[in-house]
């Protein structure tokens, strides 16, 4: 078991849409053997806000757009990739994706830089000590200065960075990257299909300037002693307590330094790592399997609604056929066809070990954040959730059909779709999301899958979050002054929504001992 939990690499790829996010996951899955030909992952991939695209793709997949999980063998390691969806709109998905991978490999794109949507990401993997590399791409076209943008890594992701490749110039007279890590020099033949051409090269030998010329070969080596006397020596333990983030240069598209990436992730990135539960901390070697429920897909299948739970093994070896303790429900479970996935394909298995994902059939029986374990009464701390950032009342548009939009709702929270708040003032139901994509998903879903029809009522809300406090006297007198904007989230916690920034700052200012959580994990 030890053997198989050390060579198990669980990650995910995140980016600001266009990035590169998509291709180069698609590099890392032709190195694993696992597809042929490029474009196989491509059609993870909605750009515009519209249902219609999102509901083709579903279609296509026969899974939701979201995350699904790739998995391939490399070097005699087993690769996990968590892919998490393209579209902003589904951020919450990717936030949660995270809490399952021991890693994450961030990908940025020379030109831009750090953009809003990995800054968040990257919140996400501070918060959870998650040990980053980042891949800076498109180094086929011209971008920033390297030194800039490391300097910009550093400041807008807080972490340190140590640039373990250096490129040689960029855009048009890009030539390559040296790999400091190894020691060699990659040279970059444009080619959008083979191999690079890799030379050995001793960084002060001439044997550079025949391979660069002179006038580059000069700047690398002075860039080089610039990297060293700035940047700290390369620590693994350093990168896996979260504490640096390595960089690579490339360019995805050209498959250029995505070999030298994936071979240095398997060498350093952690395998599985203990799970923290409200009880205990699990540690993966454990020989009792437990693992949590991280994210459910639906089938889009209106005769019959079956979902897909994705499990993350935290410990012991998960088996077919075998019942286990689904501890919200207090109940043994068994499942007959847990399946693991591959892009497009899913298949059946009959064991998984820690750090990997399997998928279980799901009619109805779990909800986001659900333990299972081989009989203990174990709780995993639960998901976060983000405080939403665009919020509508839901109404019943079809009174005849209240029960089915109920429980349609119900599921589609279960499954992280959004979230619920009710309203304790008028008993309004009000979903929150962190983009209008979802409106559009809920609404849909709720019409195919339910049979129920909503209807969507503006609401002006800024933020919703969640409070508390030691003092129960002064959040009594918050609860009361504030009665018409108080909300109870779906666990019963108290929510408080502010209708403006000028409101929130001013309750906090008024209410010093009333803690106000953006993230619902405290
Ligand atoms: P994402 O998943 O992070 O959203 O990004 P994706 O991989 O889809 O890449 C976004 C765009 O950037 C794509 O172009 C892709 O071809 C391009 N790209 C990715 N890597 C590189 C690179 O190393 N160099 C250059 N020059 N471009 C790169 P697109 O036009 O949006 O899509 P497509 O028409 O190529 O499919």
Known sequence: MNQEIERRRTFAIISHPDAGKTTLTEKLLLFGGQIQVAGAVKNNKIKKSATS???????????????????????????NILDTPGHQDFAEDTFRTLTAVDSAIIVVDSAKGVENQT????????????????????????????????????????????????????????????????????????????ITKKVEVDINSDELENQVGKIDAEKLREDLEMVDGVYDDFNRTNYLDAEVAPV???????????????????EIAPSPRPTQAEERLIVPEESKFTGFIFKITANIDPNHRSCIAFCKICSGKFTRNTPYFHVRQGKMVRFSSPTQFMAQRKSTIDEAWPGDIVGLPDNGIFKIGD???AGEDLHFRGLPSFSPEMFKYIENADPMKTKQLNRGIEQLMDEGVAQLFVNQFNGRKIIGTVGQLQFEVIQYRLENEYNAKCRWEPISLYKACWIESDDEAELEKFKQRKYQYMAKDREGRDVFLADSGYMLTMAQQDFEHIKFHFTSEF
């Open 53 to 79: 695209d999102w509901m083709e793709i579903e279609k296509q997949r026969g899974i939701s757009v979201t995350t699904s999980v790739m998995e391939f063998d490399y070097e005699g390691y087993k690769v």
């Open 119 to 194: 800054r968040k990401l990257m919140t996400v993997c501070r918060m959870r000590k998650t040990p980053v590399i980042i891949y800076i791409n498109k180094m086929d076209r011209e971008g920033r200065d390297p030194f800039d943008l490391l300097d910009e890594l550093e400041q807008e992701l807080q972490i340190k960075v140590r640039p373990l490749s250096w490129p040689i110039n960029q855009g048009q007279r890009f030539k390559g990257v040296y790999n400091i890590y190894e020691q060699k020099l990659n040279l970059f033949t444009p080619d959008k299909q083979h």
């Open 248 to 266: 690579f240069f490339g360019s995805a598209l050209n498959n250029f330094g995505v070999k030298e990436l994936l071979d240095c992730f398997v």
């Open 371 to 373: 333990t299972l374990t």
